[in-house]
């Protein structure tokens, strides 16, 4: 059985989703997700801040050691595929090989 954590990159800030990811981290989760939506989409302010996907797993993927790293789903309507490709194989060397790549249609 594995565990992991998703942390919404919405109405938040850098620094509670940089510290929750050291935790998660820490405290021995496999898996770190959060989501690739461009506005916020669930609760709270609508209009509020919304961080980007895959600036926040680079980010984490550069400060953890261990807990593998992923976007739940990333749109394939809005990401160019060779684009997206690039991002995953960067993530993948800047985590240590620790990249998830999660497609939704």
């Known amino acids: 059985m594995h565990f992991g954590l998703q942390l919404w990159p919405q109405n938040t800030s850098w620094d509670s989703l ?14 770190l ?7 916020p989409i669930a609760g709270g302010d609508v209009y509020g801040a919304q961080l980007e996907c895959w600036q926040v797993l680079a980010a984490w993927g550069a400060l953890t050691k261990r807990v593998r790293i992923g976007a739940l789903v990333t749109g394939n ?7 997206l490709a690039k991002q995953a194989a960067a993530l993948d060397h800047v985590s240590g090989g620790r990249a998830i790549l999660g497609m939704g249609a």
């Open 77 to 83: 309507t809005y990401r160019h595929p060779a684009v």
């Open 33 to 39: 997700w959060t989501w690739d939506h461009f506005a």
């Open 18 to 31: 940089r510290e929750h990811g050291l935790l998660a981290d820490e405290l021995g989760y496999d898996s």
